[in-house]
């Protein structure tokens, strides 16, 4: 855990707070710090999303902190997933509907 303690102090956090959210003990988090002890998967993952980086930027091996996702060209993306997701509730006659929206926009001429 190469980076909890420089992003748990990012947060003006004690070691004994992060324990308290992460459920484990305050020397867990000190073991984890310190490269003493290894957190579960779990306690890995709720990490990441509780200081919004990836687990390889966690884990050091990745100097970017942010999250990304990158997509093969034609690959369906996070918000057309969605759009099919929400699409998937639909009523079959709301589903039509779309349907004919789409094809009317694919056919005109802009």
């Given at each position: 855990m190469k980076r909890l303690k420089e992003l748990r102090e990012?947060?003006?956090m004690s070691q004994q707070t992060l324990a308290d959210i992460f459920h484990v003990t305050q020397q867990s988090i000190y073991k984890y710090e310190h490269g003493l002890a290894e957190p579960d998967l779990d306690v890995i993952l709720h990490m990441a999303d509780f200081f919004?980086?990836?687990?390889?930027?966690?884990?050091?091996?990745?100097?970017t902190p942010n999250r990304?996702?990158?997509y093969?060209?034609?690959a369906i993306t996070h918000d057309e997933m969605c759009v099919?997701?929400?699409y998937r509730r639909l009523s079959p006659r709301a589903q039509e509907l779309i349907q004919e929206l789409i094809k009317q926009g694919c056919d005109t001429d802009e």
């Open positions: 990012s947060k003006n919004d980086t990836s687990v390889d930027y966690l884990i050091g091996y990745t100097n990304y996702e990158t093969p060209e034609n099919l997701e929400y």
